[in-house]
C-alpha cells in the first residue's frame, strides 16, 4: 500500500470513529485539518478515547510522550502519525 493510500485509509477509519464516538454537528464539513479540540468536538477525555481507538485499531502503542496535538488534534495529524508508527514498526 501507498503511503497515500494508507493516509487515505487511516483517514477514513478515524472520520468513521469520529463521528461514530463523537457529537460532530455536520461531519461533512469537518476538514481533515481542522483541530478536534478547537472545534470542541473531543476534550481531555476525548484525547483518551482516540488513544485507546488507535492502539487497539492499528496495534500501536502511543507513548505518553506522544500525546502531542500535532499528532491526536485533527484526522490528517491522527493519519500521519499512525502511519509513521505503521512504517517505523514494520522496519524493525
Same mark, same amino acid.
Given at each position: 500500500m501507498t503511503l497515500a493510500l494508507a493516509h487515505d485509509s487511516y483517514n477514513e477509519q478515524i472520520r468513521a470513529f469520529l463521528t461514530s464516538n463523537f457529537y460532530i454537528s455536520d461531519p461533512s464539513a469537518l476538514n481533515d485539518e $481542522?483541530? !478536534? !479540540? $478547537?472545534?470542541g468536538i473531543i476534550d481531555s477525555t476525548g484525547v483518551l478515547e482516540?488513544?485507546?481507538?488507535i492502539e487497539t485499531t492499528f496495534g500501536i502503542a502511543v507513548e505518553d510522550s506522544e500525546i502531542l496535538p500535532e499528532n491526536l488534534d485533527s484526522i490528517r495529524g491522527m493519519a500521519h502519525y499512525i502511519a509513521s508508527k505503521v512504517e517505523l514498526a514494520a522496519a524493525t
Open positions: $481542522d483541530s !478536534l !479540540l $478547537d472545534q482516540v488513544v485507546g481507538f
